[in-house]
């Protein structure tokens, strides 16, 4: 059994199409399709679905705005010899 995930566009017509090129010919496949559309699957989660403990975001969220995080300048790189010649 082989997977393959494909992120694709179903068209004006509401159709997906798929090809998928499996490397067999005049072969019988057995094929199950799982869709989920994306911007539902992505607006449904919560923060405890993506992994965060409760109240995460509430506790952290502005804890370094008395002392911000700073970029210090860093230096001067190396020059390096080019892959592509």
């Known amino acids: 059994m082989q ?13 997906l199409h798929l090809d998928i090129p499996l490397g ?7 094929v199950m ?7 539902t699957a ?3 989660q919560t923060p405890s679905d993506l992994g965060y403990p409760p109240g995460f975001f ?11 995080i700073q970029r210090y300048p860093q230096g001067e790189f190396e020059e390096r010899e080019s892959l592509f010649e």
Do not use: H
């Open 3 to 15: 997977s393959i995930k494909l992120k694709k566009r179903v068209g004006e017509d509401g159709i």
């Open 58 to 68: 509430e506790q952290t969220a502005g804890c370094l705005a008395d002392d911000p």
């Open 24 to 30: 067999m010919k005049d072969q019988e496949v057995e």
């Open 42 to 44: 992505i607006a449904t």
């Open 33 to 39: 399709v799982i869709y989920q559309s994306i911007e």
